[in-house]
């Protein structure tokens, strides 16, 4: 069972930068696709980026092209997201997820099978 826990959100000022992180347990992450997807107070949940098993394959959503990036360390079980030029737009609890298999997408948050608690992220002058 795999076991994914999120850090790295706190409050900015709109302009500025995060670093998320996605720290998995319990298997090992090369087995797994990673997404970060969001959730804005009244809104449904959307997906922000994924990385494939072995980072061949990125997507971002429209969004945060440009602004945010992700990428993965499988030795040490870990998946980061660095955003940078935050909006308050951004602002949401972001979650990690993951899903045994080759590619990635974030169209479809129910493709993906283990999820973390959650991190906030506040985007706020």
């Known amino acids: 069972q795999l076991q994914i826990v999120e850090s790295g959100g706190g409050g900015v000022q709109p302009g500025g930068s995060l670093r998320l992180s996605c720290v998995v347990s319990?298997?090992?992450?090369?087995?797994?696709?990673v997404g970060w997807f969001r959730q804005a107070p009244g809104k449904e949940r959307e997906g922000v980026s994924c990385?494939?098993?072995?980072?061949?394959?990125?997507n971002y959503a429209d969004s945060v092209k440009g602004r945010f990036t992700i990428s993965r360390d499988n030795a040490k079980n870990t998946v980061h997201l660095q955003m940078i030029s935050l909006k308050p737009e951004d602002m949401a609890v972001y979650y990690c997820?993951?899903?045994?298999?080759?590619?990635?997408?974030?169209?479809?948050?129910?493709?993906?099978?283990?999820w973390g608690q959650g991190t906030q992220v506040t985007v706020s002058s």
């Open positions: 997820a993951a899903v045994r298999g080759p590619g990635c997408s974030i169209k479809d948050d129910e493709e993906y099978d283990y």
């Open positions: 319990g298997s090992t992450l090369a087995y797994y696709a």
């Open positions: 990385v494939s098993r072995t980072s061949g394959t990125t």
